[in-house]
């Protein structure tokens, strides 16, 4: 007797077939690496495809130029994050101060802590001269992640738990000092470990001082002390 597959059983996938299924994310960690370590600029195309293995044509087959591998690098790192915390925002159950301080550390466990962070530095330091790529960052990056951090505000504005603030101005007060800290991390803190800043300890520090402040409680006013009846009287008698 002959057994056979039954028809629907897929046919297990080769070590070829693997590979190719594997290669775009091969590529664009390679691109990330390059363009991180050498700039967006100095880095070509061909050193891409040798560091993942595969020929200048291969790559020109997934990405047809460097701008576009450069985009895709940015979607797969950055921007998929951002669509993944609208996620998270929407489902949270908690109080908009909660969400706030675990939306700000989950950006850097996922973003300032991974390689990603890389493309944040490369775009403070070289997209003026790329502006197709930074029209691309300002729509699919920018934007959405203000958009993001302004919903976090607004809610709680509107449950009474902030009190009414500029919500743009807040938002980028509350994202600069985490650009702050991938500049430090590339920058002073990659040849100094001296210079290596805390990244959750300031993080903590900011939220605790967006939500508490830094001015100390006033305290209450004096009570006045009961005066003698003589001396309410005028000293008269």
Known sequence: MTLRAHPSAAPPATSRQRRKEARPKELLDAALDLFVEKGFAATRSEEVAQRAGVSKGTLYLYYPSKEELLKEVIRHNVVNQIAEGFEIVRGFEGSSAELLAFV????????????????????????????????????????PADRMIAGIVEGGIERGEFRPVKVPDVVHALISPLLFLVMNKHSLGACMPSALLDPRAVIEAQIDLVLNGLLSPAPPPAKAEPQPAAKRAGGRR
């Open 104 to 143: 700000l550390h989950l950006w850097w466990e996922r973003v300032g802590e991974t390689p990603a962070s890389g493309i944040l530095k490369l775009m403070m330091s070289e997209v003026r001269n790329f502006p197709e790529i930074a029209q691309f960052w300002v729509d699919e990056v920018t934007s």
